[in-house]
Nanobody, 124 residues
Framework: QVQLVESGGGLVQAGGSLRLSCANS????????MGWFRQAPGKEREFVTT????????YYADSVKGRFTISRNSAKNTVYLQMNSLKPDDTAVYYC?????????????????WGQGTQVTVSP
């Protein structure tokens, strides 16, 4: 069973940092390719980053490249999103998602399991 729970969101000033966590209380996430997506008010959900189940493939949206870092800790069954140099445009609800095996994907339809989301608000 996969039940993803995000945490770590909050309010931060522009230029600040946050680290989001995505934990699964059920089966191990070892065999799951993970992704982070975000959705701002009035906008469609957009891809942020993804990490292959083996940890070897990592991709970022151009808008976050060089500022965000995805990582995973198999022992803790958790995936992280370190967000640095945050901008007001990063304000959104952030969702983690999982897909069993397979390659990385920037398409939300490819993911089978989703968390409830965590709000990130970046003030100017």
């Amino acid at each position: 069973q996969v039940q993803l729970v995000e945490s770590g969101g909050g309010l931060v000033q522009a230029g600040g940092s946050l680290r989001l966590s995505c934990a699964n209380s059920g089966r191990t996430l070892t065999w799951y390719t993970m992704g982070w997506f975000r959705q701002a008010p009035g906008k469609e959900r957009e891809f942020v980053t993804t990490i292959n189940w083996g940890g070897g493939g990592i991709y970022y949206a151009d808008s976050v490249k060089g500022r965000f870092t995805i990582s995973r800790n198999s022992a803790k069954n958790t995936v992280y999103l370190q967000m640095n140099s945050l901008k007001p445009d990063d304000t959104a609800v952030y969702y983690c998602a999982a897909k069993y095996l397979g390659g990385t994907s920037s398409q939300s339809q490819a993911y089978d399991h989703w968390g409830q989301g965590t709000q990130v608000t970046v003030s100017p």
